[in-house]
């Protein structure tokens, strides 16, 4: 018989009677998230790749990496391609795996969801190529190093390969491993420009067709990532803007010079408020921009012409002295002029440093619950991390601190967006991760500053760094104090609620529970019954419990839900609130009656001594009349069977007493008395 097994599962063949079980709960949800390349992209490199310039005698890198990855002798399906990020090494990668024979269906990339680089979260799916983009770090650990060997084994035996991107002074594993090492070279920068635009717009080609003009602009230093960026600025200008394009190239810094220059006089400062407010709320409807931008100018001491609205020139008018275009009925620097609404934040941050801290208070104000663009927070917290990307970037940083930390909701909310969209930046991200780790362990760390991280992880980096999120989580549920414990069991429940991530949820949450650490058993039995919470509407313990259906017969004390629950109960400080936790469930009408009483027998199973367990079953607490039929038979599914009745019949003159050593190991809990015949 012939069979195929996908993915990582197994396939066992056998003949006759056959029985196997496994106690595996890590499975695809233990590995970083390997997220398909677009078909477009794929089909882009495809395209335009462009190899390095010709070397005498020296075959082209791709060939020489796609070799090392499939050679048929000493083959090793993992290769190190090393170089400075912007250098076109991820499009290397991928023509490099295109050319060992991986599909194009089969390209990843690898989602970085760690705190420290580790490969057994590298997965290796069969006849698969990712690319592990370690360019952040300016080293790395020697067990990585180490692991690569393990991870090439796995690789090589399902046809697996693994391309790694890290800068030349970021790689050095000395004799740890031999993985082959390929040094990057970039293509040249023109010849990447004029594929390029001969693929979006080849009747432009004139305009790259000497070093003259937009050709010029592509010197020595430029990178792939400059000339691709040229090239879709000639392809996006109309025929007759062919003067802007130098300007766009260089990111309109003589454009800006010149405008503000020009726009110096008292009279103008009201127009310069109105750029800085299209630049904030790019694309944002006019109204919103045009109040925004009189909040800017009321708080630099500008005085407002009497009238209102009907004072100043018509709309068209300052739209044409700023440079901005209308759009149906909003207002876009990018569309006028592409890249200048980024551009026009980044001249003001770095040539005004003064207003730096008024900038940032003015986008607190009307990003506020009745500020006049509240509905807009997601642009503005897209624009305050550009500039906390740039120059005095950490000036960003401390004002969002401020805004934590001040005791005010909407300070807050704005605080959580800026913090979301900068957590899972490209350029600042690992530094804000780490920056949100050292909050979540700081033993000071204010109430709002604790449902500021909270609210980060529930979010964006929660949806893109799970296990990220999760870590920083369990700092703050390890909390002695319990400041913020509300924000961080909703945290919880909303990473939950997302289908893709229960499973590891779930499994993060139990393993922090089993630990042997105290502070971890804290942070996981609260966590976990935060979970198992069914009191609210839609309750995620619900879903979390439904998939216990498919569990083995047997196995159901193994699966991590009841697992957490036995947990919860042996933490001391979290034993009362697993009690009433149980008995929420034994009595919620919301839960099928066989489903919940299979859930408590797995939890109770080898408990019947504890006093607690007796008060669950027989005491005061029985609230409703389903919940006092299900101890019942709870009860019944619990104690041992009855003795075989020929055993019964030849004792029958004599007492009898249940053999209770496996259901009640420690009598002592019953009062010296035997809790069966109690």
Avoid at 386 to 410: C, F, K, R
Wanted: glycine share 6%; with cysteine.
């Amino acid at each position: 018989m012939d069979a195929e097994a996908s993915d990582n599962a197994v396939l066992t063949q056998v003949a006759g009677d056959y029985e196997e079980h496994h106690h595996t709960y890590q499975r695809a949800w233990q590995y970083l998230h390997a997220p398909h390349f677009e078909e477009e992209e794929i089909d882009l490199v495809q395209q335009t790749y462009v190899h390095e310039a010709a070397s005498a005698g020296r075959e082209r890198q791709v060939d020489r990496a796609a070799k090392a990855l499939s050679r048929a002798e000493g083959q090793r399906n993992v290769i190190a391609l090393l170089g400075q990020a912007g250098t076109g090494r991820r499009t290397t990668a991928l023509r490099v795996l295109m050319n060992a024979g991986v599909e194009g269906k089969n390209l990843c990339s690898l989602v970085l969801d760690w705190d420290r680089p580790n490969t057994e979260q590298i997965p290796h799916t069969p006849h698969h190529g990712f690319i592990l983009d370690l360019s952040n770090y300016r080293s790395l650990p020697a067990d990585f190093y180490q692991g690569i060997a393990d991870y090439e084994k796995k690789a090589r035996a399902v046809d697996a390969y693994l391309v790694i991107l890290a800068r030349p002074d970021a790689w050095n594993p000395g004799t740890l491993t031999t993985v082959p090492r390929v040094d990057h070279v970039p293509p040249p920068a023109l010849d990447v420009a004029r594929r390029h635009l001969r693929h979006r717009e080849a009747q432009r080609l004139d305009w790259l067709a000497d070093g003259s003009g937009p050709a010029g602009l592509l010197d020595d230093a430029a990178s792939p990532g400059d000339a691709v960026w040229l090239a879709e600025i000639i392809a996006d200008c109309a025929e007759d803007e062919r003067d802007q394009v130098e300007d766009a190239y260089r990111a309109w810094t003589n454009h800006l010079s010149t405008w503000f220059r020009d726009h110096d006089a008292p009279e103008h400062l009201r127009e310069r408020a109105l750029l800085i407010s299209a630049a904030l709320l790019d694309g944002c409807p006019a109204d919103i921009v045009m109040r925004a931008a009189d909040r800017l100018f009321t708080l630099v001491k500008g005085h407002l012409p009497p009238g209102g609205a009907l004072a100043g020139p018509d709309l068209e008018e300052r739209l044409k002295l700023i440079g901005a275009k209308r759009v149906d009925d909003t207002i876009s620097l990018d569309a006028a002029r592409r890249g200048l609404d980024e551009a026009v934040l980044l001249h003001v941050w770095e040539e005004r440093p003064p207003l730096r801290e008024t900038l940032l208070d003015w986008a607190s104000q009307i990003s506020a619950p009745k500020g006049v663009a509240v509905g807009h927070l997601p642009r503005i917290a897209q624009a305050v991390t550009h500039l906390a990307a740039g120059p005095d970037g950490h000036t960003v940083v401390q004002i969002v601190i401020q805004w934590a930390e001040a005791n005010s909701a909407q300070h807050q909310r704005l605080a959580i967006g800026v913090l979301e969209a900068m957590a899972i930046d490209p350029v600042i991200g690992v530094s804000v991760r780490k920056l949100l780790y050292d909050w979540a362990g700081k033993k000071t760390a204010s109430e709002a500053l604790v449902e500021t991280v909270a609210g980060v992880c529930a979010g964006s980096l929660g949806l893109n760094y799970p296990r990220v999120a999760l870590t920083r989580l369990r700092l703050l549920a390890s909390r002695s104090d319990q400041r913020g414990a509300a924000a961080v069991a909703q945290a919880i429940r909303s990473l939950a609620e997302e289908s893709d991530l229960r499973d590891l949820v779930l499994s993060e949450i139990v393993d922090w529970a089993e630990s042997g650490s105290q502070a971890m058993q804290q942070a996981g039995a609260t966590a976990f019954l935060a979970l198992a919470d069914v009191t609210g509407e839609d309750p995620i313990g619900l879903q979390l419990a439904s998939k216990l259906n498919d569990a083995p017969s047997g196995m159901l004390e193994k699966q991590p839900f009841v697992r957490g629950w036995r947990a919860a109960w042996r933490h001391q400080p979290t034993a009362a609130q697993a009690t009433a936790s149980l008995t929420a469930w034994l009595d919620s009408p919301d839960v099928p009656d066989d489903h919940v009483i299979d859930i408590c027998a797995a939890v109770l199973r080898g408990r019947l001594s504890d006093a607690t367990v007796a008060d669950l079953l027989v005491g005061q607490n029985v609230t409703t009349e389903a919940g006092r039929k299900r101890r019942i038979n709870l009860v019944a599914r619990l104690l041992p069977p009855p003795p075989e009745s020929h055993i019964a019949t030849d004792r029958a003159e004599k007492p009898q007493t249940i053999d209770t050593e496996e259901e009640f190991p420690d009598k002592a809990a019953a009062g010296g008395q035997d809790p069966a015949t109690a």
